[in-house]
């Protein structure tokens, strides 16, 4: 209770900072979205940088609903899906600045065995293309497996659903959580070491933030904080249901803590990269997204220490892939540019009225609906993370983009109150 009370006071005193009035009716608006009952939220956490540095941060709702209820706090962990692939590119990021990667290298060198689609043997699969969504890897077949299963005898055992049969490597985009997989591979291969270990030890610990993509190995403070992730559906059936109670669909550790993965003790690192998702298994609360985004926004800089280089963070945001009419699935218009683990947003995209180009990922997951985005160039980004959702998002669509009402209405708050200051 302590804590929380800390982290309530500690909210208080970023609104005061945020501009009294201005902050008050942010708040307003953003509880207002979080209850209304057309797409109720479990819990909201968001955060808002403008020139350089924090200006807001917010949070509603519950981490916890039920017997052991316990409310969102400025610490609250949240599992924030696909924007884990962009942080597991700063993973990336920082090996090839240490010369145990390149972009552009055939990755059979590093798994150890070619990787190739079937359809296309000639042509060699680079890092570039894994991280651009250019692989021609496909996720019909699954992207996740346990312990034991090695992914060397997923990628080459001639399932077609694999594989693109009609997209060269490099030559078209189509969103595929695999490809994580095996950057997560690579990266275990070359540096011998566990994927959830080794991001700690590249990003979580140097910049010290709390969480990681193992909870198995939390501490007990950061495991009471992890926020379970919510869907309303009628009990016992996956119909959604907006009257119905909070069903928990992931990370309820009220229940029972988290245990490691199945046949752990004998994982052989560099068998099977999927094992920790570094597609979307990241626990990291918005403050701490804060901290990243800052660091992205200062050149790779945090607290005086360098954590990427400079040109690392600009090769990572500059564009890799645009579409040009053919090239690529852009899911709804959602795709239009991508860089190296991260999408790269048009000033029309994020908030209604346009004006905010940005580049940073998205994420969609049990509930779970997760926002980074960053201006580089102004020192402007915003963090949101919904923690449940009460009505099927897609019952709930935007007006102007690709995403849920809610987010737009979440992010256009953010932006004209916390970032224009209107």
């Not at 956490?45 to 052991?68: C, D, E, M, N, P």
């Amino acid at each position: 209770m302590k804590r929380e009370m800390q982290a309530l006071m500690g909210m208080l005193l970023m609104a005061g900072v945020s501009g009294g009035g201005l902050a008050a009716t942010l708040d307003q608006e953003l509880a207002a979205i979080a209850a209304d009952r057309a797409m109720p939220l479990a819990s909201l956490s968001v955060l808002a940088v403008r020139g350089g540095k924090v200006q807001y941060q917010f949070q509603t709702g519950q981490r916890r609903i039920g017997a052991h209820a316990a409310p969102a706090t400025a610490d609250t962990l949240y599992r924030i899906a696909s924007i884990s692939k962009m942080m597991t590119t700063f993973g990336v990021m920082r090996l090839v600045e240490q010369h145990k990667l390149a972009l552009d290298t055939d990755v059979g060198e590093y798994l150890g065995y070619p990787l190739r689609n079937p359809h296309f043997p000639d042509q060699a699969i680079t890092l570039r293309m894994l991280l651009t969504h250019t692989s021609s890897l496909r996720d019909d077949a699954g992207y996740f497996w346990g312990a034991e299963v090695a992914i060397r005898d997923k990628l080459t055992g001639g399932d077609v659903g694999m594989w693109a049969g009609n997209a060269r490597p490099g030559a078209y985009f189509t969103y595929t959580n695999l490809n994580w997989g095996v950057i997560g591979t690579i990266m275990e291969k070359v540096s011998g070491e566990r994927f959830d270990r080794l991001m700690k030890r590249l990003l979580l610990e140097p910049m010290g933030l709390r969480g990681g993509y193992n909870p198995a190995e939390f501490s007990a403070t950061e495991l009471d904080d992890v926020a379970t992730l919510y869907r309303k559906r009628t009990v016992d059936t996956e119909v959604w249901n907006a009257d119905g109670p909070w069903i928990a669909q992931v990370d309820d550790y009220s229940v029972r803590p988290p245990s490691a993965p199945a046949n752990i003790g004998s994982y052989v690192v560099g068998s099977n990269g999927t094992l920790f998702s570094p597609t979307g298994g990241l626990r990291i609360s918005a403050s701490d997204l804060g901290k990243i985004m800052l660091m992205l926004i200062h050149q790779g800089r945090h607290q005086g220490q360098q954590i990427l280089q400079a040109e690392s963070v600009a090769l990572m945001f500059s564009q890799q892939w645009k579409y040009d009419g053919g090239n690529g699935d852009t899911y709804r218009g959602l795709y239009q540019s991508w860089g190296l683990g991260s999408q790269r947003f048009g000033g029309d995209s994020l908030v209604e009225g346009g004006g905010f180009s940005a580049a940073g990922h998205l994420g969609e997951a049990y509930g779970l609906i997760s926002t980074f985005v960053v201006d580089l160039e102004r020192g402007n980004g915003m963090v949101s993370l919904i923690g449940g959702t009460g009505a099927d998002p897609e019952a709930n669509p935007g007006r102007y983009s690709a995403m849920t009402r809610s987010e737009e209405r979440i992010l256009t708050a953010l932006y004209r109150r916390a970032i224009l200051g209107q």
